[in-house]
């Protein structure tokens, strides 16, 4: 039985040993400890040279010695020590039966030595144990090779002020802090080198604040009429408060060690209504609720300024009564889109020629407007598709968080040249940092004949206490309708480009922006980069008004325009992937985001 137990004992040992790095090293310490105590340790016996034995052997006298065998774990009590005889010949230690070791009566002696040496196998294991375990974690460790890791770190730092990035930067940083004996000048260099590199960003930035502020300027002065003035205006003001959140984004990174983007990304509840400068949003939590508000609107602002004798309502069903139902009309709609236009003509004229005989003249232009929108809406209504809604905003947030990620990584390219680089924020949440809030208000113009609608938003930007940093309004974008894609995918394309349209500055050139080469971007980067350190220094006002110039005049080749070019580029390069995707997964027969709400 035993044997089998010793045997069960030593395979799981095996099995151990050979399974898990822990314990072999246990086993390896165990060993060392053991070598050390019978080195190290007390005499296995102690011989007594003036008690002997003679005994004849071989036609001669043999000499043997009485001594003590020791017991490791005791070597000076009496108690556990056993006498014996030894044979200096054959060096070979005989013990005693207790009736021989009761006849002998010897005197017990301890061996010589130091009691701690002594009792050495009472403490070895533990000491070696504890030894190897305060090694680790002692800074002589880092002795061992520490000559090669610095010279390494040093080559690292050099490497960074080449590349002059924060990545390459905080890498020396991190490698450096794993050093028991940190080496201090490095990580001070590395330190100082990514605050400057931080400074080199805000004052980009800061110039590209100064150039939205002075075009606005010039473009006041240049005498356009007041509609453009100010729809310049609040395009350029918008574009100068973006740069301001990007620097507050830029100093909670810069605060902290994590890459995370520290803003809080959200997509807000409900579908908005606005007036008609896209202020007081209204919130409305269904798509069919927010064309119901929009008829009575559309009602209430009949009533008040075009007639109170004849309704929409009235308009709406005289036209119906000589046609046919709004449910009918959807119908034919969804089978044949290209009818559509044809019936909001034909609406258009119907409502132009009823109405000539109920209102004067000049009021018939804005009252056919406000009748065209009151039927949309009731077209609309029968449009809703409850399922498709709740499609159409998962598929508008799936990605949101990193399609911000990559609009604002977009501003500072230098990131990513190395090979190796990495972007200055990822998709990670920043728990180090009380970020921003960046919501979307959802604004529906029209709706697709499969139920889900074509959207503008409200882009809002707040701090950490509520304050506004950056708000930005745009109508509806257009995805492409000539070619089959998921339907599914409509919101995360439309998200793509509202955010690709958030950021268009009056100043970037029109039509499809070009890509522009990563040399080409190296170059950019230095002019624009000396252009803010004049305009830091307060001596850079001719350049400024001279980059703006070369925009305004149309150059193609004005840092300005390049600049701006190349972040659309990169957004238009996101939603290129996107609406790959899209057509990929509608051929396949799949759709991006199965399920119902």
């Known amino acids: ?85 030894y044979d200096p010949e054959n060096k ?30 009472l403490w070895i294991f533990p000491v070696v144990y504890l030894g190897y375990w305060l090694l680790k974690r002692a800074p002589i460790v880092n002795l061992f090779g520490v000559a090669t890791r610095r010279k390494e770190l040093r080559e690292a730092l050099e490497l960074a002020e080449a590349e002059n990035t924060v990545w390459a ?15 201090k000048k490095t990580i001070l260099a590395a330190e100082e080198g990514r605050r400057q590199v931080f400074a080199k960003y805000h004052r980009r930035l800061q110039l590209l ?55 809080d990304v959200s997509l807000a509840e409900g579908w908005y209504t606005t007036d008609t400068t896209f202020n007081n949003p209204t919130s409305h939590g269904s798509l069919s609720a927010h064309a119901h508000a929009s008829a009575e609107e559309a009602a209430a602002y009949w009533h008040k300024s075009i007639s109170d ?56 232009g804005s009252a056919v407007y406000l009748a065209t929108q009151h039927f949309n809406q009731k077209l609309f209504l029968q449009l809703a598709s409850p399922t498709r809604e709740g499609a159409y905003r998962r598929s508008f947030t799936k990605h949101l968080r990193d399609d911000v990620v990559h609009l604002v990584t977009s501003f500072f390219p230098e990131e990513t040249y190395s090979d190796h680089g990495c972007e200055l924020f990822d998709g990670s949440t920043n728990s180090s940092a009380a970020g921003l809030k960046f919501s979307i208000m959802l604004i529906p113009f029209s709706r697709r004949y499969s139920g889900e609608p074509t959207v503008g938003a409200q882009m809002v930007a707040t701090d950490q206490y509520g304050t506004l940093l950056w708000e930005r309004r745009l109508g509806s974008v257009s995805v492409p309708v000539d070619k089959k894609i998921s339907g599914d995918a409509f919101g995360r394309l439309e998200a793509a480009l509202l955010l690709k349209n958030s950021i268009q500055s009056p100043l970037s050139p029109s039509g499809k922006p070009q890509q522009v080469s990563a040399a080409q971007k190296r170059r950019l980067m230095d002019e624009l980069n000396d252009a803010a350190k004049e305009v830091a220094k307060g001596t850079g006002e001719d350049i400024v008004l001279e980059l703006i110039n070369e925009a305004l005049a149309g150059n193609a080749g004005s840092a300005l325009q390049q600049y701006t070019g190349a972040i659309e580029a990169d957004m238009d390069a996101l939603y290129e992937l996107a609406f790959e995707a899209a057509t990929d997964m509608m051929l396949a027969g799949l759709s991006f985001l199965a399920g119902d709400d």
Not at 2 to 20: D, Q
Not at 104 to 114: E, H, K, Q, R, S
Not at 235 to 259: G, K, V
Not at 326 to 340: I, P, S, V, W, Y
């Open 92 to 121: 070979v230690f005989r013990r005693l039966d207790q009736a021989q070791a009761a006849q002998v009566a010897l005197p017990f002696v301890p061996p010589p030595g130091n009691s701690i040496w002594l009792h050495l196998w």
């Open 169 to 183: 930067f905080e890498n020396v940083i991190k490698r450096g802090n794993q050093f028991r004996l940190k080496p």
């Open 309 to 364: 004798t004849v309704t929409l309502e009235q308009v709406y069903q005289a036209f119906t009564d000589q046609t046919e139902s709004m449910a009918a009309m959807a119908e034919r709609f969804k089978a044949d889109n290209a009818q559509t236009a044809k019936v909001v003509a034909q609406y258009r004229e119907f409502v132009t020629n009823y109405l000539r005989s109920q209102l004067p003249e000049a009021n018939v």
């Open 209 to 263: 604040e100064k150039a939205s502020a002075t075009a606005a300027q010039l473009i006041t002065t240049n005498g356009q009429d007041q509609v453009q003035q100010q729809g310049h205006n609040r395009a350029l003001a918008a574009n100068r408060d973006f740069y301001r959140m990007l620097r507050e984004l830029l100093n909670l990174r810069a605060a902290s060690t994590q890459s995370g983007l520290p803003m």
């Open 1 to 85: 039985m035993w044997l089998w137990i010793a045997l069960g004992t030593l395979l799981v040992a095996v099995v151990l040993f050979f399974k898990f790095q822990g314990f072999r090293r246990f086993v390896f310490l165990s060993v060392l400890a053991a070598l050390l105590g019978i080195v190290l340790g007390p005499p296995t016996y102690v011989v007594l040279q003036e008690h002997t034995a003679r005994t004849a052997a071989d036609n001669r006298e043999h000499v043997h010695y009485f001594g003590w065998q020791i017991n490791p774990l005791s070597p000076t009590s009496a108690k556990h020590a056993r006498v014996g005889i």
